[in-house]
């Protein structure tokens, strides 16, 4: 019995928070499996929240976990939040609902129904009907009506000026009228209120902006006067087409004031300041690009009566409403016509996605509709979410083809895989070196400890896992773990001989084997061999004459090889330093099949943690064991276990429970804090950092961190964190708001035409000069050297 408590308390089981939908409430529950089944969970749910299973609803990532999956089919990570929403008891007498209609979740109670209200539908009507009364009052009146009193007349043909864009399009006027004009507030009790006249018109070429209201001075007489390229002067106030998105295609019509005019034997310029509405905005230094289109700007009354039934002397044209086929009409286009065949016919039978806006025939789609469906919203083939894909409110998960994949799929053992530390998987990333860093991981001394492998892999030191080896086989070894897993491997501290990997079976998912074929030199093997400063001898091996100028290799020690050695530790796994290889070598192993060894030697500057002055660097930097969050409540409630697990005899709990109560009375001892050595800056550094005067203040608020020893490094990486790419910043860009950006970030930004600093908005123009910090990236570099690989 003792033996397997002691193994209980070795094999940590994996655990997650519960926590009410309301936050008001939050439990741990301890001694899952990735196997563990849903209903399972919720009987464990019903012991810390007493609510029974079947009033748990439980969400876990936006998705209502079902009875009959584990929760690793959920992707349920270690120490994640699962969120709880208890159902109401329904009250006695109340009719109990099928099952599929409890489960539901409706669109319509949490107002997300995609269906219109009748209130939508009968102002939509409403619109509708008043476009239809619109065309049909310009259809049967063709005669100009005088109101009495304005420039214009019902029914005029006039430009009208868009107050958006401040261009002039080409209108009718449909109505007039007056209004009150609003007097200024330092007269407003002296003068009495003016009336001004409004125009109610209607663009020609956009009937659907329907019909808009404008004063005198947005309307003026339909331009029809062309200058002729001897009457055009600089200062003269003319109407030309403008593009102010791509200069040099057809635009808009704007009103410009020409600055200077030149000519030469082959070629006309004009430039031009254009005006931007009645606000005074406006672009300077415009070329004009079709000069024989300038035309006068008419002024009120200056000419004759224009009934709308006849046309301009000029019909002006704006620019193309398609980029891509620039409305020709003999043209096929996908982007203003049907999106299959592209054939400008049958607009009648086309229907609009109401995602991506592309118009498709009801005859080129796959299958062919007979007829305009009824619905109100449609979704094309490539926007169409397929309803038997989604998993909808208690419904079962759909099969994943990738973990059907997975070995642990298709074995036949009935034995739980998924309470190992190894099965959890990782809750964070190293992401301040990339993967195939050499040498040590910044902010990581010599004799740091973890508890697992996997908190190993999430420090950077060592990735994988499970794996012993890291590397690649067509760059090198990065890193490797010293576990006494191979019965040939040899640990003298300052230098071992490690065995290869490979030569084993372990097919159907399994972690370790006996030995059982010879190891060749490929993949890890081979990727340990590059390390060696000699070529690569898949044959014989080989022994570096100068084994220092070899690819360092960092080195962790498990506690697993504590049997075999005095240099491993007795409890997780510690970060021994650098290491290199001297030689590696084929041989006959105790097994009796052919293994790769090789020899490693320390190569690191650090002290190394077994000796007296390791030991005192692991005190002054205050490294002690590292735990994943929560791990100590989860270790406190595994004794619990183990005590109530344990059957004492009457004395000896009468004797325990004697020593409980004197326990509870005593007062509890806090540990002593220990002291930790703080962080030494070079001269170079401390020089670096006062030569940064733009981050003056950012460094001051990491300087107070120094006292933390090697955390210092963390404080660094958190405030030159780049807001955009949550990395820290690689030439950065100290903005005028002291904000630091990656160049590269920045220059993603402006691309997007967005011109203001990531973090705080602050208007930094368009023509902003990206200068690199190059102060600021110097010492990022000597904090976290080899950190800009990759970037």
């Not at 003016?194 to 001075?217: A, F, R, S």
């Amino acid at each position: 019995m003792g033996h397997c408590l002691a193994v209980l308390h070795r094999a940590a089981a994996m655990w997650i928070q519960v926590r009410t939908m309301d936050g008001k409430e939050t439990h741990r529950v301890d001694s899952l499996s990735k196997l563990t089944k849903v209903d399972e969970l919720r009987v464990k749910i019903f012991e810390l929240f007493k609510v029974e299973p079947e009033r748990q609803r439980l969400f876990y990532r936006g998705k209502q976990m079902e009875d009959g999956h584990t929760i690793f089919d959920y992707n349920v990570g270690l120490n994640d939040i699962v969120q709880l929403l208890i159902r109401q008891k329904a009250p006695p007498g109340d009719v109990v609902k099928s099952k599929e209609k409890e489960a539901e979740l409706s669109d319509s109670d949490s107002g997300c129904g995609s269906t219109q209200s009748e209130s939508d539908k009968s102002s939509t009507h409403g619109e509708v009907e008043g476009q239809t009364a619109g065309t049909s009052a310009q259809t049967n009146a063709a005669e100009l009506i005088d109101p009495g009193f304005g420039f214009y007349k019902i029914n005029e043909l006039v430009d009208a000026r868009d107050l958006n864009m401040g261009a002039w399009f080409e209108a009718q006027i449909l109505k007039v009228t007056k209004t009150t004009k609003t007097p200024k507030e330092e007269a407003a009790e002296t003068e009495p209120a003016e009336e001004e006249t409004l125009y109610h018109v209607k663009y020609e070429d956009y009937p659907e902006n329907g019909v808009i209201q404008l004063l005198d001075k947005d309307v003026r007489p339909r331009a029809r006067t062309v200058y002729q390229w001897h009457q055009l002067e600089p200062g003269m106030v003319v109407m030309v087409n403008y593009n102010p998105d791509d200069p040099k295609e057809r635009g808009y019509w704007y009103d410009a004031e020409i600055q200077r005019k030149r000519e030469t034997r082959t070629l006309r310029e004009i430039y031009a300041k254009i005006i931007l509405g009645d606000a005074g905005d406006s672009l300077n230094d415009c070329r004009i690009m079709f000069l024989t289109e300038i035309y006068k700007i008419e002024e009120p009354g200056s000419l004759g009566e224009t009934p709308a039934g006849s046309e301009s002397p000029l019909k002006r044209s704006n620019g193309p409403e398609c980029k891509h086929c620039k409305d020709d009409p003999k043209k096929n286009c996908q982007w203003c016509n049907c999106h299959s065949c592209g054939i400008k016919q049958d607009p009648d039978k086309q229907l609009l996605c109401d995602e991506c806006d592309m118009a498709y025939h009801i005859y080129c789609l796959n299958p062919p509709l007979t007829s305009i469906p009824e619905d109100e919203d449609w979704y094309c083939p490539g926007c169409r979410n397929d309803t038997s894909e989604v998993v909808k409110a208690g419904e079962k998960l759909k099969e994943s083809k990738k973990k059907a994949k997975m070995a642990s799929a298709s074995s036949s053992s009935q034995r739980d895989w998924g309470k190992g530390m190894a099965c959890v998987g990782r809750t964070k990333q190293c992401t301040i070196v990339p993967s195939n860093h050499y040498g040590p991981i910044p902010g990581i001394p010599v004799g740091s400890l973890w508890k697992f492998r996997v908190q190993v892999s999430e420090s950077g030191v060592h990735r994988p896992h499970v794996a012993g080896i890291h590397g690649r086989s067509n760059d090198g070894a990065y890193s490797l773990v010293l576990a006494g897993g191979y019965e040939d491997d040899v640990d003298d501290g300052n230098e071992f001989t490690y065995t290869g990997s490979g030569g084993r079976d372990l097919s159907g998912n399994k972690r370790t084997a006996e030995q059982s074929c010879d190891q060749t030199l490929t993949h890890m093997n081979r990727a340990l061999a590059l390390n060696c400063n000699i070529p690569v001898n898949a044959k014989n091996g080989a022994e570096a004459k100068n084994w220092k100028e070899g690819k360092p290799v960092r080195v962790v020690r498990s506690c697993k090889g504590r049997k075999h050695s005095k240099y491993s530790p007795e409890e997780g796994n510690r970060y021994d330093g650098i290491y290199k290889i001297v030689k590696y070598w084929p041989a006959k192993g105790k097994s009796g099949f052919l293994v790769w060894r090789y020899l490693l030697k320390r190569d690191d500057d650090e002290p190394a943690p077994w000796t007296r002055d390791g030991k005192e660097r692991i005190k002054k930097l205050g490294l002690t064991m590292q735990y994943p969050a929560g791990y100590q409540k989860e270790k406190e409630n595994k004794n619990e276990v183990e005590e109530a697990a344990a059957t004492p005899s009457k004395a000896k709990r009468k004797r325990k429970s004697q020593g409980s109560e004197s326990t509870k009375t005593s007062p509890a001892k806090t540990p002593k804090k220990m002291k930790v050595e703080q962080y030494k800056l070079t001269k170079e550094q401390k020089a670096l950092i006062k030569s940064d005067e733009a981050n003056k203040k950012v460094w001051g608020e990491a300087m107070e961190s120094l006292s933390l020893g090697p955390k210092f490094l963390n404080k660094v990486e958190e405030v030159f964190l780049c807001i955009c790419c949550q990395e820290v910043v690689f030439q950065p860009i100290t903005t005028e708001c002291q904000h630091n950006v990656c160049r590269e970030c920045l220059q993603r930004s402006f691309k997007a035409e967005v011109y203001t600093c990531p973090a705080c908005r602050h208007d930094l123009g368009k023509n902003y000069s990206m200068a690199v910090n190059k102060s600021l990236q110097d010492i990022l570099n000597q904090f976290f050297p080899g950190y800009s690989n990759g970037r």
